[in-house]
């Protein structure tokens, strides 16, 4: 990620310019219309804005554990003079129980987008966990990024991914899909629709019953 002028605190992420709109597109079908949707590992803030900007009747929660992607979400946020979205909040997934404002309202989402194969396995488990413990009743729990099927890779280009990201750190690694719905399954959210996106990446949907 990179930002600009020296007091431009906002990142620009080029890949966000490749992925929004067809993540966008899968969410208009899956999100119900009303309720508050929170956003894990926001990075530099560009996916909840534009989400926010097009679903202006749903309420926007980014956050992150970075300070400095926080100062990019708050500038993103205030630049975009939209009204629908939260301050973003420090947030680890990995915490125990996720504080999150006393207004946020009806959980009716939870989005993660490029975190789980960049970041250890401890991360999946946390969103996991957290989602099931604070989504309302049929609330979604959205994932984005490559995934593993039945323990294989599906493109050779994710392989090359999966190699690099295990060499700057072993922990990290694309995830095996079984692995994700197994454990997501021990917490009571179900796999409701596995969408298939450009560059091999996928939008897994998990359900809360
Ligand atoms: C690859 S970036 C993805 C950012 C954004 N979702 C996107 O797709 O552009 C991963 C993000 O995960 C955040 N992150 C890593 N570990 C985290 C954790 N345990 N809890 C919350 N966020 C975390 C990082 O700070 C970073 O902003």
């Given at each position: 990620m990179a930002n600009s002028e020296p007091d431009d605190v906002r990142f620009r992420a080029p890949a966000v310019g490749r992925n929004r709109?067809?993540?966008?597109?899968?969410?208009?079908?899956?999100?119900?219309?009303?309720?508050?949707?929170?956003?894990?590992?926001?990075?530099?803030?560009?996916?909840?804005?534009?989400?926010?900007?097009?679903?202006p009747d749903l309420t926007w929660l980014p956050s992150d554990i970075d300070p400095e992607a926080l100062g990019s979400i708050k500038a993103w946020r205030a630049h975009s003079g939209l009204s629908n979205i939260h301050l973003p909040i420090s947030?680890?997934?990995t915490s125990d129980e996720w504080k999150?404002?006393?207004?946020?309202?009806?959980?009716?989402?939870v989005l993660a987008i490029n975190l789980i194969h960049i970041a250890p396995w401890g991360a999946c488990e946390g969103l996991i966990r957290g989602s099931a413990s604070r989504l309302s009743a049929n609330g979604i729990l959205y994932l984005y990024g490559p995934f593993k099927r039945s323990g294989r890779h599906t493109a050779a280009s994710n392989q090359s991914f999966d190699e690099m990201l295990r060499r700057h750190d072993p922990e990290w690694g694309?995830?095996?899909l079984d692995s994700v719905i197994e454990y997501a399954g021990h917490y009571g959210l179900n796999l409701d629709q596995v969408v298939e996106m450009p560059s091999n990446n996928l939008s897994v949907i998990l359900r809360q019953p």
């Open positions: 709109d067809p993540i966008l597109e899968v969410l208009r079908d899956v999100l119900p219309r009303s309720g508050t949707v929170l956003e894990l590992a926001s990075g530099s803030g560009e996916h909840i804005i534009h989400f926010a900007e097009d679903m947030l680890d997934v999150l404002p006393d207004d946020t309202g009806d959980l009716i989402g694309v995830r095996d």
